[in-house]
């Protein structure tokens, strides 16, 4: 289980690094797609709760340092979502389109869930999601394209591939 932890952690800090210093440059709108968080769901559904978390804080303790956001914001956020995300291990099959779609989608609303009720009781240190805004549905939309793609690859990398019994 350590061993999947620290290449979910390996593989979302470069998609941090790549989020951060990349995309911005080639960015649509100014949005960029969150494919750590897309990382993040793939590991806990397929590695269960536990993988989940402690690679949900890793990960986010390290984006808390690449981003302008409070420390410990990310942390909390992808914990959270990794751990609901991993509740779902084994539960549905994990074909190559649908689930990741659907996956990544509903961990993209439930990360600006959490912010916006962060932001409700922090004020505007903690930036929030609009859900009326256009750049939230961008990004949204971003999410929910790009997480085939990653789903695909990530079941090819053995490490992350859950333990056969």
């Not at 750590?36 to 397929?46: D, E, K, M, R």
């Not at 303790?61 to 981003?67: M, Q, Y």
């Not at 439930?110 to 256009?134: D, W």
């Not at 789903?151 to 056969?164: E, I, S, V």
Request: glycine share 8%.
């Amino acid at each position: 289980m350590s061993k999947r932890i620290i290449w979910t952690v390996i593989f979302c800090v470069a998609a941090g690094i790549l989020q951060s210093a990349v995309f911005p440059k080639i960015a649509l709108f100014k949005v960029i797609p969150d494919l750590s968080l897309c990382i993040l769901v793939f590991a806990a559904y397929t590695n269960g709760t536990m993988t989940g978390q402690v690679s949900g804080f890793f990960s986010g303790l390290f984006l808390d340092f690449l981003s302008a956001a409070p420390l410990g914001l990310n942390c909390l956020v992808r914990t959270l979502i990794g751990a609901l995300a991993g509740v779902f291990k084994g539960a549905f099959f994990l074909d190559i389109i649908f689930m990741p779609v659907i996956l990544c989608s509903l961990a993209t609303i439930i990360k600006a869930l959490i912010l916006f009720i962060i932001n409700l009781f922090m004020g505007h240190t903690v930036p929030a999601y609009s859900f009326l805004s256009s750049l939230f549905w961008i990004e949204f939309g971003l999410n929910v394209v790009s997480a085939p793609f990653l789903f695909f690859l990530l079941k090819r990398f053995r490490p992350l591939a859950p333990g056969r019994s």
